[in-house]
């Protein structure tokens, strides 16, 4: 096993540093670059900001402490440029991606045994790659996978060998937490259920694990009203509509918008398929063999707080469902579907199949033809040329490549990756003394739309949805404007890039 693995590392090397960059970028989103920049800036010792100006909570802990420690020695050993970063986090998610189908074939040996040589467990890598390995590069989901995978491989040691490693359990669910931290109130109260009633001594089990994940919670939420002024985060106040319901205006969004109908909208309407099907599988199955009925139970929790998950997100999210949100529901989903076909080989073998003309087609369809960064990277190499280091830019939208590839100081104007001062400024129509008190020099869009009207440029496609404000700009103020391209395997979008000087 061991030989297998250094040579997984190799070849997980050679991919990372050699591939063709722009080929390995479409591995990411433009949101992943949020977490890179601002993880790079704290290794520097610049502390936590994306923009350089604004410090922010804008992201989930777990992830960017990880990515921190990544970038550490690099950084303190020498000058690290933007795509060396991303080379080493391209690195850092194979491992993490070898780390997912490991414990996930580790703990179906443990309760299948040797049934899990058969050939047709390919299935399951081939599905994994189709949906959540060829994506979420530089985001959170691949590590919250493999926790989940981690924990499912102790609880199905234990289900084998009648103990309880209650340590362990607990600290993999506090990870779980600091991973994604609204999975404290979707995953783990289900997962904290299912494992009370399949381990022996629950009392222990139950005061541990409550005990540690509320102490972890509550040093959190007081970390960030120490350290930003507030519980929660930047982000999550953005997007936290709660408690008023916009479900029907999410659920419009997802089937409108070609992007989005074939990717998030699929893959939620494969998460409750897979639920309701495996429910009833499950129940039906229920009793026959104890330490697989034990495991299905654990699989089942797990997809009871997929559906949670997305219904939340579905009922209050602003931004609706975001593609990387799915990627831990759909590897659950996917397990479930293999669990309950697991014994008939036709269906098996036919899944195989359907699974890798999949596979061939979304990897050729969204990674080799269509290089959906490469307008946004050229144009974030123009502003490193024509932007002064210590010069600030406004962007308003799909500034994660921009700002990171620049290496300029690119200030997220949405708010994801910003502070609750210029929170408080967005919601105020304030925009104007923000910029004048930051001495921002830069204004930074892109459109689909020609913006010349009327002898002026005007950005009326996002600044006045988000910010409120239309900002308008005689020809004089035009820097420079370059071609854009955004390519998706159901579509594509042209228009340009346009960098203006503020007044």
């Known amino acids: 096993m061991r030989k297998y693995v250094y040579i997984f590392f190799f070849l997980a090397a050679l991919c990372a540093f050699l591939l063709p960059f722009q080929f390995l970028l479409n591995f990411a989103h433009d949101d992943s670059f949020f977490y890179i920049k601002t993880a790079g800036n704290f290794a520097k010792g610049l502390g936590s900001t994306f923009d350089g100006i604004n410090l922010t909570d804008g992201y989930h802990p777990l992830y960017f402490i990880s990515l921190v420690l990544l970038f550490f020695i690099p950084e303190f050993l020498f000058r690290t440029s933007p795509e060396f970063l991303y080379r080493l986090v391209v690195l850092y998610h194979l491992i993490l991606i070898f780390g997912i189908q490991y414990f996930v074939f580790r703990s179906l040996k443990n309760i299948f045994k040797k049934e899990t040589n058969n050939i047709y467990v390919l299935i399951l890598p081939v599905l994994f790659s189709s949906f959540i390995f060829i994506r979420d590069f530089g985001l959170e989901s691949h590590l919250a996978c493999l926790l989940v995978s981690v924990f499912i491989s102790v609880k199905s040691k234990e289900l084998n060998t009648g103990e309880n490693n209650i340590y362990l359990k607990s600290i993999i669910l506090i990870l ?4 994604r931290t609204d999975y404290l109130y979707t995953f783990i109260p289900f997962v904290l259920i299912a494992d009370y009633y399949t381990s022996p001594g629950k009392k222990k089990y139950i005061l541990f694990s409550l005990s540690f994940l509320f102490v972890t919670a509550v040093l959190y939420y007081l970390g960030n009203y120490l350290f930003f002024g507030h519980i929660d985060t930047v982000s999550g106040r953005i997007l936290n509509n709660f408690p008023d319901i916009i479900f029907l205006s999410n659920i419009n969004t997802l089937l409108t ?3 989005k109908f074939y990717n998030q ?26 330490t697989i009925s034990k495991f299905y139970l654990i699989i089942l929790s797990l997809g009871a707080g997929s559906i949670l ?5 579905l009922l209050f999210n602003n931004y609706s469902m975001r593609e990387w949100y799915m990627t831990m529901p759909v590897m659950l989903a996917i397990i479930m579907l293999f669990l309950a076909i697991r014994k008939n080989k036709f269906v098996l073998n036919i899944s195989l199949i359907l699974s890798l003309i999949l596979l061939i087609y979304v990897f050729y369809g969204s990674r080799i033809k269509n290089y959906k960064y490469v307008s946004s990277y050229e144009y974030a ?10 010069e600030s ?12 590839f620049s290496e300029r100081n690119v200030i997220d104007g949405d708010g994801l990756i910003n502070s609750f001062e210029y929170l408080d400024c967005l919601k105020s129509g304030r925009i104007d003394s923000y910029l004048a008190k930051y001495n921002v020099k830069y204004y930074s869009t892109y459109s689909t739309n020609n913006l010349l009207k009327d002898s002026v440029y005007t950005d009326n496609n996002f600044s006045d949805k988000i ?12 820097v420079t404007e370059q071609p854009f391209n955004w390519n998706h395997i159901a579509f594509d979008l042209t228009g340009k890039w346009y960098l203006f000087k503020l007044k």
């Open 309 to 313: 998950f997305t219904l939340l997100h």
């Open 176 to 179: 779980l937490f600091l991973t």
């Open 393 to 404: 830019i406004y962007q308003v939208d799909y500034c994660g490549v921009a700002g990171f």
């Open 467 to 478: 910010n409120g404000k239309e900002f308008i700009f005689p020809k004089s103020s035009l």
């Open 265 to 290: 909208f699929a893959k939620i309407v494969i998460v409750f398929a897979a639920f309701i099907f495996f429910a009833v599988y499950y129940f039906r199955f229920k009793g026959k063999e104890s």
């Open 257 to 259: 918008d070609p992007a």
């Open 381 to 390: 190499k123009t502003l490193n040329y024509l932007v002064n280091i210590n």
